[in-house]
Structure formats: structure tokens, C-alpha cells
């Protein structure tokens, strides 16, 4: 399964434990215990343990994405870690994986790899990158993106190459160097995602978009609303027919189900603000969504990775201090047929009359995944005074060497810069 580099390296297999021998000071262990999965989670730590704008992940949220009964895409697909030490010292891990119902609609079958961490060593990044390719041929794969989620795309997505301020909740944040180390080993950048930002109130919306919003709030078919919290099936189910109608078709995003709706919508709730999820309608339909969630890296923050009784009662703490002071776009979206009708940015305003009153506790707004590849996207967000926060970039390998390397379809220039 190892091929030349298994040949190369030999394999020693340890009672259930599988230890890959590069050799004599470097070896990799798959993470199938107890010991290697705490080492998985606190090589981190230790790397930026005097980074200040990193901010430690919550354990469970790292782990649940390795449990198959917790994570759909182990239905099917596998999934595979690694850490990898250096004179018994742990300097490198990394994940592989594949969703056979995602990889087999690419132009070539195309896998994973992600949770990536190493020290600046080029020789051990190879190692990582290496066992993620050896692996992800071994079951049918022809190339691997990276580093991604093993799931949906909203977490753990893309290499942070600019923009090395604090992380928002679930969204990864790494050293400088490590896009010179992907660069190396011959990946090559598949696409960009962008975190946006923007202060609170409606200074710096374009006044094409203002004019248009104007006009859908005189129209009385049209209606902006936050949601309710105590009626959550009917919010779920408007969100589900807005996000089919104005996401499913991209590169990679599917259609979601009643039951995947509802589940996102109350994983919300510990930490929902009705005030922070906003629906547009015509004539009572619904045309589009704004939903947003306190930023709870925030709190996060001040847990140490552990949601355990003292986390709890510290997030419970923090909450009630309301220590999140920054509002985090979760998704935006506004069915095709009524895309640049003023809908989008009669959201904007209609949330803008509630923040700007006394008392809203939220300064800014950050949007989080918006893609080069979607240019309707982002010259809307242009116009609605986002700026560019932070950039990620999602790479692609190709095992083929000889194999034409193509992007999805890309027609943006280029963004604001980023405050």
C-alpha cells in the first residue's frame, strides 16, 4: 500500500500498532491509541505555545472528526492520522481521507489530507505529505487536496497564508512557513478563500446597493425578519430551500436534507442571537439568509481545550459577560432569481437598524469562506464594504506529475486589501 516509499522506509508492525520506520531518527505511528491520539492533540500546543494570536482548538471538536459515529463521512469513506517523531519526540502529524461520493465527481478521484502540523523541516513535512499520498493510492485516489476537513467545508479548510490575526471558531490557523513547505513538495494552489470583514452599520455599502435596498424596503411584498428561536423547524426548513436553491451546483457542495438543516441549526443554539440570524422574503416566501453566530473563539480561548465541568462553567461565565464582542458570518445567501435586487443588501440594513441601536454588543462582522472561484460572491461583498481579512488557500496534488493541473474556474482580479 506503501509502494516504493514502504519498500524504502520497511515497515514494522508492533502488536495492533503500525509503526513506519524512515530510519533511524524519524518514524511515523499511526494514531489508533490512546497515547498517540494525545500526542495528535498536544503537538500543537507545543509548537505555538508563544504564538499569541493562536488560540487552542477544543479537543472534542478536533477528535469527533476521527469518531465514526459521530462524522457522516466515515459512510463512505475512510480516514487515516499519523504522528510523526523525530528521536522519539513528536515534531509532525497529519490525517488522510476520502469520501468516495465526493471524490468520484472530480475529474480525477481526488482525496485528502489535513490536521497538518510539523516543525520547519522540509524532510518531515515530505515524510507526512508522503504517507498521505501512498495511502490515498491505495485506495483509488489520483490526487489530494489539502489541508482540508474530513466533511464539510466550513471547518478546519484551507493553509492560512495571510492575515495572521486571531482564528475564528474552527478555522485554522498555522505558522508562515508551513505554504513553503506544501509549495516544495509540488503542491499547487487549487484555490483561495477569504475571510471578509466590516464594522457594524451600513458605512462603506456601495450606493448602487443602498438605492436598490431602498426600493425592496418601499415594497411591501417584500420582508426582512430574524428568526425566533422557539420556531426553529420553520427556520431550518426556509434555510434548507434557500441554500438548495443558491449553493447546491458549486465544486463540492451538495444538497442538505431537513434532518442536516435542523441538526445545524440547533448545534446554534447554546450560543444563538436571534438578533444575528436574519431571512429575506417575496410575498412570504423565503428568498434569502444572513446567518451569523457569536464568535466564540472568544471564549474558546480562555478554555485551554477542554469543554469538561470547569470549561463549561467558564464559557457559561463568559456568555454571561459577553465576552464576544464580534459577530462571525456563518453563510449568506440569496436565490438566483433575485440576486442583485436590492435583497442582499436589505439584510445588511435591516440587521444595521437593530445593531446600531444601544446596547447591541457586537463591533464588527466577519464572513468566513467566501472562494475566488465565486465572483457573483465577491463582488458583492466588495460592495457591501467587506474587506479582506484573512486569505486561506485550499492545494492540489496530483499523483499523475504529467497530468494538466487545472483551477476551477477563477475571473476575479483581485480584493480589497485587508485592514
Known amino acids: 500500500m506503501f509502494s516504493i516509499f514502504a519498500i524504502l522506509s520497511g515497515i514494522l508492525l508492533s502488536g495492533h500498532q503500525a509503526r513506519y520506520i524512515m530510519d533511524n531518527t524519524y518514524s511515523l505511528e499511526e494514531v489508533n491509541d490512546r497515547n498517540c491520539r494525545k500526542e495528535f492533540l498536544m503537538l500543537p500546543v507545543r509548537l505555538y505555545r508563544n504564538e499569541k494570536n493562536w488560540i487552542r482548538p477544543l479537543d472534542k471538536d478536533v477528535e469527533k472528526v476521527f469518531d465514526p459515529s459521530v462524522n457522516k463521512s466515515f459512510r463512505n469513506g475512510e480516514c487515516i492520522r499519523w504522528i510523526l517523531k523525530k528521536e522519539e519526540k513528536t515534531i509532525g502529524r497529519v ?121 425592496v424596503f418601499s415594497n411591501p411584498d417584500y420582508s426582512f425578519r430574524h428568526i425566533d428561536k422557539r420556531n426553529l423547524e420553520k427556520a431550518a426548513e426556509e434555510f434548507r430551500l434557500v441554500y438548495n436553491k443558491a449553493w447546491a451546483g458549486f465544486s463540492g457542495i451538495k444538497k442538505i436534507t431537513r434532518i442536516h438543516a435542523m441538526s445545524l441549526l440547533k448545534s446554534f443554539r447554546p450560543i444563538m442571537d436571534e438578533k444575528l440570524i436574519w431571512f429575506a422574503y417575496h410575498m412570504d416566501e423565503p428568498i434569502g439568509f444572513y446567518i451569523m453566530i457569536p464568535e466564540i473563539n472568544q471564549i474558546v480561548r480562555h478554555l485551554n481545550g477542554k469543554m469538561d465541568l470547569v470549561g463549561k462553567m467558564k464559557f457559561l461565565y463568559h456568555k454571561w459577560k459577553k465576552t464576544c464582542k464580534k459577530a462571525y458570518g456563518v453563510i449568506f445567501g440569496v436565490v438566483p432569481d433575485y440576486r442583485g435586487k436590492g435583497v442582499e443588501g436589505g439584510m445588511i440594513m435591516a440587521f444595521a437598524d437593530i445593531a446600531t441601536r444601544p446596547g447591541f454588543i457586537y463591533n464588527d462582522i466577519e464572513l468566513n469562506w467566501i472562494g475566488d472561484f465565486n465572483p457573483a460572491m465577491l463582488k458583492l461583498t466588495d460592495q457591501l464594504g467587506f474587506v479582506t481579512k484573512k486569505t486561506h488557500i485550499t492545494w492540489r496534488y496530483l499523483f499523475d506529475r504529467n497530468r494538466e493541473f487545472k483551477r476551477p474556474d477563477v475571473r476575479v482580479s483581485g480584493r480589497p486589501e485587508r485592514k
Open 95 to 215: 490525517a488522510a481521507f476520502y469520501d468516495w461520493k465526493i471524490a468520484r465527481n472530480d475529474d480525477q478521484p481526488t482525496g485528502g489530507m489535513g490536521f497538518f502540523e510539523c516543525i520547519n523541516d522540509e524532510k518531515a513535512a515530505f515524510m507526512l505529505f508522503q504517507a498521505c499520498r501512498e495511502w490515498l493510492e491505495g485506495k483509488g485516489m489520483e490526487a489530494m487536496d489539502g489541508p482540508v476537513n474530513f466533511g464539510d467545508r466550513d471547518r478546519w479548510w484551507g493553509l492560512l497564508v495571510d492575515g495572521f490575526s486571531e482564528p475564528n471558531y474552527c478555522v485554522p490557523w498555522n505558522f508562515g512557513y508551513y505554504k513553503k513547505l506544501f509549495e516544495a513538495y509540488g503542491f499547487k494552489n487549487y484555490f483561495n478563500q477569504y475571510t471578509l470583514q466590516r464594522d457594524i452599520g451600513i458605512e462603506g455599502i456601495h450606493p448602487v446597493i443602498l438605492e436598490k435596498a431602498e426600493r
